[in-house]
């Protein structure tokens, strides 16, 4: 058995904000087209009642657009992430993930309503020591 962990620093700070088992890598939207599509909206309607009917409220993807994606780590425990910040909700129902120590951004994104974080596998590391 391979415990392989993987470890995440901060592209701009080099803090560590992952260092754990290697979490599902998975295919989801960018978080730039995610901000761009805005009928994603949030609605609350104060309370919800329900209506003995089993409905799963998805919402409807209307897939005509085509949707950039790319590959993320998938992770649903917060408390695997070493150091990070998550943002307030933001209008396409996702927070952005950011380092915990610079607050700089995005290292991915959580969704809110699969309850998934997914931090970018494409985070660039600094490069070694120097800061010109
Ligand atoms: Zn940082």
Redesign the pocket.
């Known amino acids: 058995m391979t415990n392989t962990k993987l470890r995440v620093l901060?592209p701009?700070?080099s803090?560590v904000v992952f260092n754990n088992a290697t979490p599902q890598i998975v295919e989801r939207p960018t978080i730039r087209s995610i901000l761009r599509s805005k009928h994603t909206t949030i609605e609350q309607e104060g309370t919800q009642q329900q209506t003995g009917e089993l409905d799963t409220n998805d919402t409807d993807e209307t897939l005509s657009i085509p949707v950039a994606t790319e590959q993320y780590y998938s992770i649903r425990d917060p408390f695997d992430f070493d150091n990070v910040s998550v943002s307030k909700a933001l209008p396409s129902n996702i927070k952005l993930l950011a380092?915990a120590?610079?607050d700089?951004g995005p290292l991915g994104y959580f969704d809110i309503s699969a309850k998934e974080y997914l931090m970018l596998r494409t985070i660039p590391t600094p490069p070694s020591s120097k800061q010109h």
Do not use: A, G, V, Y
């Open positions: 901060c701009h700070c803090s380092c120590d610079c700089k």
